[in-house]
């Protein structure tokens, strides 16, 4: 029985938390991965862009809840998705257009358009502010649990509650849809092929007769629709704060380095490695190890390896050690 209870305790404060964050850590690296493949540089604008996305997903949510639609027992901000959606399309198309084109069309060197997409960061972070204020946000309603544990130890008996989420069963099943939907795009569409191809070798691509343009839309669409979709499942799981997503963006692309720029697979994988590896060194192991140990072998402390607050340092550190050791990444470009 005591065995049953360490089990159910792994899987609710390690194994599903840690799922939940590692596909929204995988759907944020998506985009980024996107970015680099297609337009070659590492846009440090993808952060604000998911929180510029959420924002409007939020105030859509609000209008809708005050008109009195609602999602039965999901969040009302699904119904909200592709509204944010479309607006941060037209936001990223713009600056595209009114930014980033110039630089592409003069072909300076990526530091050159990293350090462009910067400004564009601070920018969209500012007219996050504007839009919607600095206070923290929560904006999840419909049901809390799919499983809920006082149920759960009422069927099962044991001590350990386990607690399934809705936002985090949502965020699962978007999750897969949307990888699903990305790689039947990249490999089964004529654009997708296109986008490939422009990516593996750009002279050869123009020589055949792709039209770039076309490509880079399709790209800042697909990059931001997947930014709006993290974010919005990041900020329903915890909560909306603007200078939330800027603090996102290490362990994001943590998450693209460590699978490999430029490799979608990879990135869906560092995206888990990255938030299991968090989630495991900032856990206070004592209760797990009451439950396989005698009590009297416990320290008086908290068994945990890093304080939550030094969070950041664990993606770092997985940053850091990729760069030195296996600077391409798990998987090849």
Known sequence: MDLLNAL???LNYIVIPGATYGSQLALGALGITLIFAVLRFSNFAHGDTMAFGTAFVILFTWGFQALGLGFGPLPTALLALPFGILVTI?????????VYRFYRK??????????????????????VRLIIGTEERNFADGAKFVLDPKTFKQVTGLAEPLAIKVTSAVTLSVAVLCVVALFWFLQRTRTGKSMRAFSDNEDLALLSGIN???????????????AVIAGTLYGLDKSFRPGIYFGLMLPIFAAAVVGGLGSPIGAIAGGFIVAFSEVFVTYAWKKVAGY??????????????????????VSFSILIIVLLFKPTGLFKR
């Open 212 to 226: 770039p343009d076309r490509v880079v839309q399709v790209t800042w669409i697909i990059a931001a629709s997947l």
């Open 90 to 98: 037209a936001l990223v198309l713009t600056t595209d257009r009114v």
């Open 8 to 10: 159910v305790a792994i």
């Open 292 to 313: 396989v140990v005698p009590t009297d072998w416990l320290p008086d402390g908290l068994i945990q390896i890093l304080s939550t607050d030094y969070k950041v340092a």
């Open 106 to 127: 003069q072909k300076v060197a990526s530091i050159i358009v990293v350090i462009v997409s910067a400004g564009v960061m601070f920018v969209t972070n500012g007219m």
